[in-house]
T-cell receptor
Framework: EDQVTQSPEALRLQEGESSSLNCSYT??????LFWYRQDPGKGPEFLFT???AGEEKEKERLKATLTKKESFLHITAPKPEDSATYLC??????????????FGTGTRLQVTL | KAGVTQTPRYLIKTRGQQVTLSCSPI?????VSWYQQTPGQGLQFLFE???????NKGNFPGRFSGRQFSNSRSEMNVSTLELGDSALYLC???????????????FGNGTRLTVT
């Protein structure tokens, strides 16, 4: 069964204090890994898609990387507006296996002044 | 471009009642997926509709059903509500199937359902 584990569950950073969020996965045939950001009271907002190990994507203060077992979301010099829950989702389904999209339970990030 | 719209935003129902939630996808998107989000379980997939046909279904009881209209708008129905159905119900639209890696999901802001 596909599994996605995100850590830590919650993270509190001071403004400017860089850190990384982790998404570990077990999947049959990785076809894509997605990062989403969810603000309180809102639906998740798409950030990145990573397709294969070694790939990196950047957007403002965020950089997502992918290995064969995990993905990291690096946050450089975060600001209070980066506070949100970050969700990771894995699309699996190799040859002969039904495709499935599995979400992690998220990392709740709080950035303080 | 308008985003995904879900109505209503909040609902309070009593055990045993039924409820219908509505979702209007982004214009041009043919796929609509429904998810249940709870603090302990995260996002759990309910079902996907593509061009008015149910393509995929998650592991939820038959009390959960849905449909999609010719304009891609979708509705989700839950009958005989239970306390455990209290959750945030999210709708997501995409150009292709939710299982298409090149077709990320665009979520609405959800309907918060409380069952008392």
């Amino acid at each position: 069964e596909d599994q996605v584990t995100q850590s830590p569950e919650a993270l509190r950073l001071q403004e400017g204090e860089s850190s990384s969020l982790n998404c570990s996965y077990t999947v049959s045939g990785l076809r894509g890994l997605f990062w989403y950001r969810q603000d309180p009271g809102k639906g998740p907002e798409f950030l990145f898609t990573l397709y294969s190990a070694g790939e990196e994507k950047e957007k403002e203060r965020l950089k997502a990387t992918l290995t064969k077992k995990e993905s990291f979301l690096h946050i450089t010099a975060p600001k209070p507006e980066d506070s949100a829950t970050y969700l990771c989702a894995v699309l699996g389904g190799g040859t002969g296996t039904a495709s499935k999209l599995t979400f992690g339970t998220g990392t709740r990030l709080q950035v303080t002044l | 471009k308008a985003g995904v719209t879900q109505t209503p935003r909040y609902l309070i129902k009593t055990r045993g009642q039924q409820v219908t939630l509505s979702c209007s996808p982004i214009s041009g998107h043919r796929s609509v997926s429904w998810y249940q989000q709870t603090p302990g379980q995260g996002l759990q997939f309910l079902f996907e509709y593509f061009s008015e046909t149910q393509r995929n279904k998650g592991n939820f009881p038959g009390r959960f059903s849905g449909r999609q209209f010719s304009n891609s708008r979708s509705e989700m129905n839950v009958s005989t509500l239970e306390l455990g159905d209290s959750a945030l119900y999210l709708c997501a639209s995409s150009l292709g199937s939710h299982l298409d890696r090149n077709s990320p999901l665009h979520f609405g802001n959800g309907t918060r359902l409380t069952v008392t």
